[in-house]
């Protein structure tokens, strides 16, 4: 049996929507600061995350597994670079989630710019390691799986753009 719920109230899976949008951009801006502020990783910490992978590495070409031998190489290498430019990727990661969260809100007030902000901030996310990472560092994986799951999400909002515009369509008619 299917229900229907007036359109003055907000659906209740948008809401489990924007509860899941705003966890995830309220938890990545206060890691984000918080690593920023308190966990810059020193030297000590990333010649003994390199050692680390190397082992890794020498394990995976033992077991003739190459393919994720090149993907964990890109990963290494992407991570120093990262790691050069520490303060601003952060940064720019906390400011991209601030997006996100600012996006929810507005849905959340029943603004389908909200949505607009929203799709912005998944492609920000997604290509944003871009900013300081050449793009053959970084895995086509990481890129693929970000992607599906944004869409995902962005196909799941999509579904309720008409409440969104609701009540400024009712207002204008």
Not at 2 to 17: F, G
Not at 67 to 95: C, D, G, R, W, Y
């Amino acid at each position: 049996m299917l229900t229907t719920e007036p359109t003055n109230q907000r659906p209740k899976r948008l809401t489990i929507l924007l509860v899941l949008t705003l966890i995830n951009t309220g938890s990545s801006i206060f890691f984000g600061l918080l690593t920023v502020l308190f966990f810059k990783p020193t030297a000590a910490d990333l010649k003994k995350e390199r050692l680390e992978m190397a082992k890794s590495i020498v394990e995976l070409k033992e077991l003739g597994l190459d393919s994720l031998v090149e993907m964990l190489e890109k990963v290494q290498s992407m991570t120093e670079v990262l790691n050069a430019h520490f303060i601003s990727s952060n940064l720019v990661n906390i400011a991209i989630a601030m997006l996100g969260a600012a996006a929810a809100y507005l849905m959340f007030k029943r603004n389908h710019l909200g949505f607009h902000g929203y799709i912005i901030y998944n492609l920000l996310a997604c290509v944003s390691v871009y900013f300081f990472v050449s793009p053959a560092m970084v895995p086509s994986i990481i890129l693929i799986v970000n992607l599906i799951i944004s869409l995902i999400f962005v196909l799941l909002y999509a579904k309720h753009l008409t409440w969104m515009k609701g009540e400024r369509f009712e207002e204008m008619h």
